[in-house]
């Protein structure tokens, strides 16, 4: 279990920096080259990463204007702000999950 | 296994569809990819959000270092060693701040909106270029001098945008940018002369012929003449004209007669060039709108001191339309004031030595001619003095977001200005002064360097429009005004407000007001001046035609009367001045309300409602509940008097409702003819009879809209409010139902839509050391996530004002900082 905790942590830490430097598409790079790694990974486990990632760099975000922001967005978008947050998780989860998955299903091919 | 592979097929179509959605716009949803992205995405806004500490940056063309502090409210303040790198550091911080303000702007004044936000703003980009705003700027910009002073400063200022533009990554874009999928272009110079056009349309477009032609289809010339005169009935001019009191001017009223069939043609075929917005139309004819500037000689100071004071009314936005900087270059130049995002210099504000502020001069500085074309459908020539002329042709294309043309077009001039086309296939021209316009940059830049209020004066003469009651106090204590600009003078009758034969030369302008006839006073025996768009001069005193259906100078009255009531007037008066709640209008209306309805004592809901207007204490407090009737009755008289000026045929265009001033004068003609309502045949109503009628109406929709006079429902904080739109119209980033005190006709007007108001407030005491206090609704950033994008709005609602910080010095700025920025020249 440690093993996998390690896994996913050290892929969240890899699409964080990679999103940081390269930019949103880093999630599926990262993604698709950890499945290529690790075949018997579940895909869950890059969702998984990708949405720790991505909520490790907006958690490096000031709250405050955070705050605000969710605010201001959510009501662009008529959502609670909160759900602006969790679109933008629920986005990355599903990048890299469907990604991870693609990868699977073609090696198993 | 089936299920495993339905599972990777969903994981395949799940990835190209967001893959889709992450790389390109689908709708009014921009590329979901570079927007979520939490390190560059919109999430970076919230990052950006707050001014660091400090911070360097680096600006093509700085001749040396520029040192800013940004003080506790977040107010730049520019320690430079020439103008042009002070001008080069404004343009950087303001790119900073405002970079999506800017350029809309720009391209609002371009006619080029549609290349950033798509082709639904076609009909506003068509707009500008068909008015000739774009054309003119760049006709301006190429006929300056490379090495003339305004061409220098718009390239400093230029080059401090851009160097701001430049360094902008992905993570450093304004939130409205990651909305809408764009970078922000970079910076012209002509922008600057693009964004001065646009406010020459915002103050000096007017209608007056359109209008008085509607009019005069549906109720005569004579009728129309009077009804949009060209003289306020109540005259409380700028220019002092030796009077202790307004003077009333009230004539009989022609009676509204039949319109002779070419004055119907001519009402139908006009209307080509757009009118004023709808809000706006309704806030001008309700005396809701306006500016209003005022200052106050020493002697008639508490302190001994001038002191000035300036509110200037727009149209209220978020980030305001203002922005606040303080210039400082050693021994040449100490600024302090707002500018508008994009204009190379300070706009209105104060050095050590003197303080200046504007209102609108509402004068009549554009005409329309009917043109002879050689082609009805594609003219190249138009006729003049029996002889053609050559139109200019400048073809047109527009463009979207991607860069395709999506539509094209043909611009046509004639040596007047552009020529369009009714609706009923005519052609003609407008001349207005704002396409002509001259060095008014090149004038503000010497202006701010005046030790006195007359060589203030001097220097911003050649200002030409949009023109401004230019109202100016100095630290000797002298005040004055002048209503600067260009003022046309007309052939024949010297008219504005009718429409001129194209086909002869003699209509043409044949010169300006010279400078010595504007109206203007410099230290009157009064002690006192102010302006708030009235007529600036009493036509006994100067009778040449300045412009027509003036507003009902109830501002103008009220302010006056509390500048003679007050012999010792503080800064703190002039303060509570700007949102004083009482209404000279309501003064006068409201006797001849509660005098009708005396006349029907068996009518319960008129004495209801009269017992109700008798509480009110004519003042628009927030927490007051009588004013709530008065204004309904209000808006329930103009129907009922005005009846005749509803066209039967909606191919025939409405004129506006004339002004209040016209009611108080018809007020003194109880039995005119346009108090008889058309639709009552056999009934002809006289004056009582129409203000009952108003007030019955006003309290029946005043219950069924608000309940029981004392329930709370009528408080006025309730009804009126000050609605500021974020410039992209999005709600949630907007500051929408905020509380403020003032009605129709007060100091602080309130407009229906609640979208006009004071947009920047401002006192300064002209002592020993200046003194001076402002605000704006808003706050000095564009960041919707920064606490500095709404800080000053509360206490702009309640009336206040902050204390100004004006740092001689650097170091003296250090002891308020909020932020540092060195700017050093760049590459």
Redo the contacts between chains.
Sequence with gaps: VSARVAGIALLAAVMAVG??FG???AL?AAAALWQLIRRQAS?WHAGLAALLG?GA??LM??A???G??M??????VRLPSWATVA??LA??A??G???A??V??VRSR | MMLRRLGDVLAGALLAGLLLLSVRRTGPLPALGPLLDPASGVWSVARQAELPPSSRGAVHGLLAGVSIRYDLRAVPHIFAASEADAIRALGYVVARDRLLQMELQWRAGAGRLTELAGRGLLPIDRESRELGLADAAERRLAALAPASRERRLLDAFADGVNAWIDDLGPRDLPLEYHLLGRRPARWAAVNSLYLLGRMGWTLALSDLEDNREAAAALVGAAAADALYPRNSPIQEPVQPNGQRAPRDDFARLPPPASPTLAAIRQAQSSGEVPRRSGTEEEGRSLDALGSNNWAVAPWRTRDGYALLAGDPHLELSLPSIWYEAHLVVPDSLDVYGVTIPGAPGITIGFTRDIAWTFTNAEADVLDRYHEVVDDSMAPTRYRVDGRWRTIRLVPQSYQDPSGAVFAVDTLRFTHRGPLTRDRHGRWRSIRWTVLEAGHELAAFASAVRARTATAWLDSIASYQAPAQNMLVADRQGTIAIRTTGRFPIRPGAGRGDLVQRGDSSAADWSGDWPITELPQAINPVQGYLASANQQPIDPRVNSRYLGANWYTPARALRINALLRADSAVTPDAMRRYQTDPGSPLADRLVPALLTAARRFPARDSLQRAAGLLAQWDRRYTRENERAILYEEAVRQLAPLLWDELTPSSPAQPPPATPGTAIVLELLKDSTSLWWDMRATRRVVEDRDAILAEALVRALAVTLRQHGEPDSGGWRWEKLRHANIYHLLRLPALSALGVPVQGGMSTLNPSSGSGSFGPSWRMVVEMGPEVRAWGIYPGGESGNPASSRYLDHLQAWSEGLLDTLFVPRTVDAADTRLLSALELLPGP
């Design positions: 999103t940081w930019g949103w598409w599926i895909p991505w760099l907006l975000i000031p405050t204007p955070m605000r922001l605010e201001r967005l959510g009501g662009i679109v933008t986005y990355a599903l990048l999950w469907s990604s998955r693609l699977r299903a």
